[in-house]
T-cell receptor, first 114, second 111 residues
Framework: ETGVTQSPTHLIKTRGQQVTLRCSSQSGHNTVSWYQQALGQGPQFIFQYYREEENGRGNFPPRFSGLQFPNYSSELNVNALELDDSALYLC?????????????FGPGTRLTVL | DAKTTQPPSMDCAEGRAANLPCNHSTISGNEYVYWYRQIHSQGPQYIIHGLKNNETNEMASLIITEDRKSSTLILPHATLRDTAVYYCIVRVDSNDYKLSFGAGTTVTVRA
């Protein structure tokens, strides 16, 4: 069973640029959620994708967008990067339809915005 | 989802039991208590969850009070590898898999 993988592991961008982060879900999972974790804080929910559509969104502006592909992998795109976007971005996969199935997290992508 | 309150940090001696408290006084009848932990530089890891009854698995035990307003996660024999931030989360059983993390408890296991 392959776990959740994310790429890249680290990334440095400058303010105003755009970034794309990638996530491969665990085998058999059909739902992907993205979280942002600032230094010293708990992860904050960005949005979730199921059947290639956004299914729930946290308090994040529209410049945070995503995609889910037919193989259930996902991308997180952030436009017009701001300094406060510097954080660890976590992807989690789960199987929608299973009773209380827990989310499995990837190792995260560390984004630094200069 | 109901809010949770956890102490910001605690120390534990290696080999001893670690008891991590969590208050969730506004929990609703259909909300479950979940525990996750996050070891430094890794993604959060699921530990255990419960509704009313006490639960035990290979990692930990979860004790929920009868009024469900608080719970305790027990690591029976803490090791250095249990040093992590532990998050207590309450959520409804639904297709909404959003997890609402607080600041958690930073647990340091000392030799």
């Amino acid at each position: 069973e392959t776990g959740v993988t994310q790429s890249p592991t680290h990334l440095i961008k400058t303010r105003g640029q755009q970034v794309t982060l990638r996530c491969s879900s665990q085998s058999g999972h059909n739902t992907v959620s993205w979280y942002q974790q600032a230094l010293g804080q708990g992860p904050q929910f960005i949005f979730q994708y199921y059947r290639e559509e956004e299914n729930g969104r946290g308090n994040f502006p529209p410049r945070f967008s995503g995609l889910q592909f037919p193989n259930y992998s996902s991308e997180l795109n952030v436009n017009a990067l701001e300094l406060d976007d510097s954080a660890l971005y976590l992807c989690a996969s789960s199987y929608r339809g299973a009773h209380l199935n827990e989310q499995f997290f990837g190792p995260g992508t560390r984004l630094t915005v200069l | 989802d109901a809010k949770t309150t956890q102490p910001p940090s605690m120390d534990c001696a290696e080999g001893r039991a670690a008891n991590l408290p969590c208050n969730h006084s506004t929990i609703s009848g259909n909300e479950y208590v979940y525990w996750y932990r996050q070891i430094h530089s890794q993604g959060p890891q699921y530990i255990i969850h419960g509704l009313k009854n006490n639960e035990t698995n290979e990692m930990a035990s979860l004790i929920i009070t009868e009024d469900r307003k608080s719970s305790t996660l027990i690591l029976p024999h803490a090791t250095l590898r249990d040093t992590a931030v532990y998050y207590c989360i309450v959520r409804v059983d639904s297709n909404d898999y959003k997890l609402s993390f607080g600041a958690g408890t930073t647990v340091t296991v000392r030799a």
